[in-house]
């Protein structure tokens, strides 16, 4: 069974810098396409970033999040990181960590949130002005 579990939310000031964990289990071994995603107070989630990882690595992020945010994995660990710079207050929401099946669409750009099969419960970054 699939488990995606997130931690690392919390608090901050704008400015500021926090690394949301996703430790990934249950995933078969040929799931190569994890995202990030993440949804405010009333609004649709969205992308935030994506990694397709078999043999090379691919990461794409939405416009809001280049150059802020970075996206990472140890397979090792079996950990995938999302590194959060320069948090500004619209930052605010619920992430996301997912994983999907297919990773054709990761290879080559940031997946839709319908693309992705298995989703962790979320963790809350809330950003302070």
């Known amino acids: 069974q699939v488990h995606l579990v997130e931690s690392g939310g919390g608090s901050v000031q704008a400015g500021g810098s926090l690394r949301l964990s996703c430790q990934l289990s249950?995933?078969?071994?040929?799931?190569?396409?994890m995202a990030w995603f993440r949804q405010r107070e009333g609004q649709e989630r969205e992308g935030v970033a994506s990694?397709?990882?078999?043999?090379?690595?691919?990461?794409y992020y939405a416009d809001p999040f280049s150059g802020r945010f970075t996206i990472s994995l140890d397979s090792a660990k079996k950990t995938l990181y999302l590194q959060m710079n320069s948090l500004k207050p619209e930052d605010t929401a619920m992430y996301y960590c997912?994983?999907?099946?297919?990773?054709?669409?990761?290879?080559?750009?940031?997946?839709?949130?319908?693309?992705?099969?298995?989703w962790g419960q979320g963790t809350l970054v809330t950003v302070s002005a």
């Open positions: 997912t994983a999907s099946r297919d990773s054709a669409y990761c290879r080559s750009a940031l997946p839709p949130a319908v693309y992705m099969d298995h």
């Open positions: 249950g995933l078969e071994d040929t799931t190569s396409c």
């Open positions: 990694l397709y990882s078999h043999f090379e690595r691919n990461a």
